[in-house]
């Protein structure tokens, strides 16, 4: 961290609605010129995280700072430095794209230019139609455009690519790049792992209202989580797994022993799947943090999920 | 509960909006609000039709239905008197600054809070004060242009004959301007009442409608029993209809009011303290969000 103080510190964040605790305390640090992805299920408590830095809701207790100001006592002038790309609303949308960009680029001192930002999300053939005779997806890259036009030094993505068809979702990565090497910093929440290993430098998994793990993409649910799984077919049929350090070495003596194995595969978990076994042992273990699956010659919990990245 | 946790390097205190120009930037974005915001009440069919038309609509079938059975207020001798359109003029015109005021912005407000506008715009610079005045400025602009074509139907479609003085006209300019913005503050308060925005029709069209029927819009207010003036007396539709009354009927008219005159100190105290209702009410219930802590 090169940067003196964080552009969001969280030190043991609570927020209860009644007897509900929906965050239990969680701490941490994004700092200037990162994207950070804040991931766990339905209900973790990450909206209700996302939204208290956002200064739309008030916390329980805890100490929580943003841009080097209180979110709970925060102005105007520090609103006009953040971007925020709510979860998707149902606005009712009588006013064209152009027109809704330049009135909210009115509302702030250095907006950006309100073509290039109709440019940037992919909307140019769009720029004259009102926003209520748009797709959902369509919709959805208004509010990205309307989070960025104030040129914000924090940037609030709350599912942003949620309803985005595949290429959409290519094209909005190529504009979050864009933005961070302009150095914006960004707090990203998303249910796509992919979107979350393209677009991270660090990532953090709530669950049940705490902090489960935290960490860079590559390092985040620890080494074992990572233990590569080889897999293969016998002779008669029968489908074997080993998770091993030494990839090369099984397969190595697969082709010694018999020649070529049927449906050979060696799999290395991806973001997904690390992400999948550190909140499924965290429901099974309670509170414990870490599970230790070990080097195991079984598949582990994160062994026989679907997305994984297949490796040679 | 919070612990302070400002750290070291602030860039900018909580109240330092200079960056955002002062008074003179919240001034200027209101301006900016009243055209977005007239904009876009004219391109929703529901706010035009219920709010904007309906007094026009209202004054045809009035005329269309009773014109036939004679004038109102006549002599012994059956002369004289005004067409039923001149006399529902008045109450049309009072109906017009409370449907474009109360009814418009408590319908228009409880939709922004439930569809997601009102949380986005609270995650901007925009000060409440812009965004006040951008839905007091639609109203204002909205209400005036409906009252000027009604004035422009009336005359024109219905040969209605109005009023030549200007002392008149004075008057009809504080009634409508004070009436007005009384109501455009009684919308934004009545706005916090709706659970949601789709509760938000069926909770205020009652309150509307009532105060239509019992405050001498629909029905002649001098037939009403006491009882039913009274409780109208209490609300600003009945002010704001007498007042109009005031410019637009015979001097003669005034006979049939409770008092036997305009009252036109009254119109204004009532307005005025429901102005100030309005206002605070405004103030103290306005959130950009449900904040459930």
């Known amino acids: ?312 | 509960m919070s612990a302070g946790s400002a750290t070291a390097g602030d860039r900018t205190t909580t109240t330092g909006d200079q960056s955002l120009g002062g008074l003179g930037g919240i001034l200027r974005l209101g301006a900016s609000r009243v055209i977005y915001e007239t904009r876009v009440y004219f391109r929703s069919p529901d706010s035009v039709f219920f709010t904007f038309l309906f007094p026009f609509i209202m004054l045809g079938i009035f005329t269309a239905a009773f014109g036939a059975a004679g004038n109102i207020g006549t002599n012994p001798d059956g002369t004289g008197g005004i067409t039923v359109g001149a006399y529902y003029l008045p109450g049309m015109l009072a109906a017009g600054m409370l449907l474009s005021g109360v009814q418009n912005l408590a319908v228009d407000i409880a939709g922004e809070k439930s569809d997601g506008t009102l949380k986005r715009l609270g995650g901007t610079p925009l000060s409440p004060l812009s965004y006040f005045m951008g839905k007091i400025g639609e109203v204002l602009v909205t209400a005036t242009i409906q009252a000027a074509l009604l004035i422009l139907v009336a005359r024109f479609a219905l040969g209605i004959d109005l009023p030549t003085e200007p002392g008149k006209w004075l008057t009809f300019a504080w009634v409508f301007l004070f009436g007005v913005i009384t109501c455009a503050f009684l919308g934004i308060a009545l706005s916090a009442l709706p659970r949601s925005g789709k509760s938000a029709t069926a909770v205020v069209i009652p309150i509307v409608l009532i105060l239509q029927f019992i405050s001498g819009v629909y029905l002649q207010f001098y037939v009403l029993p006491e009882w039913m003036q009274n409780v109208a007396g209490l609300f600003p539709l009945k002010w704001m209809a007498q007042g109009m009354r005031g410019v637009f009927l015979p001097e003669s008219f005034a006979a049939l009011e409770q008092s036997g005159t305009w009252d036109f100190p009254l119109v204004a105290l009532n307005l005025g303290i429901w102005l100030a209702v309005g206002l605070v009410l405004s103030r103290v219930t306005f959130r950009w969000i449900r904040k459930d802590t």
């Open chain 1, 1 to 312: 961290m090169e940067s003196s103080s964080p552009v969001v510190r969280v030190r043991d964040l609570h927020k209860s609605y009644g007897s509900f605790e929906a965050l239990g305390g969680i701490s941490f640090d994004i700092s200037a010129g990162e994207t950070f992805a804040l991931l766990g299920p339905n209900g973790a408590g990450k909206s209700t995280a996302i939204e208290i830095l956002e200064g739309y809701r008030d916390r329980s207790s805890g100490e929580v700072s943003v841009l080097g100001v209180d979110p709970q006592r925060a102005g105007r002038a520090w609103k006009a430095r953040l971007g925020i790309v709510l979860q998707s609303t149902g606005e009712s949308g009588n006013v064209t794209v152009t027109e809704q960009l330049n009135h909210f680029a009115g509302l702030y001192p250095n907006p950006r230019r309100v073509s290039e930002v109709i440019d940037a999300v992919g909307l140019a053939s769009k720029a004259k139609t009102r926003i209520s005779r748009l797709s959902g997806g369509q919709r959805r890259r208004v509010d990205v455009a309307l989070g960025i036009i104030g040129r914000p030094e924090l940037l609030f993505l709350d599912e942003p690519t949620t309803g985005f068809d595949p290429e959409a979702r290519h094209q909005f990565w190529d504009l979050v790049r864009r933005l961070k090497a302009e150095g914006t910093t960004i707090l990203l929440t998303t249910h796509y792992l992919d979107e979350a290993a393209q677009l991270g430098d660090r990532a953090g998994v709530i669950n049940d209202g705490r902090l489960i793990d935290i960490g860079t993409i590559a390092e985040i649910g620890g080494a074992e989580a990572r233990v590569p799984l080889v897999r293969w077919r016998d002779a008669g049929g029968a489908l074997h797994e080993v998770r091993t350090e030494e990839p090369a070495r099984i397969v190595a003596g697969l082709a010694a022993a018999g020649g070529e194995p049927a449906d050979l595969e060696v799999i290395r978990p991806s973001l997904e799947a690390v992400y999948l076994g550190l909140v499924r042992d965290h429901r099974t273990n309670g509170n414990a943090d870490n599970n230790e699956n070990g080097n195991s010659t079984t598949a582990g919990p994160v062994g026989a999920t679907s997305d994984e990245e297949v490796l040679a």
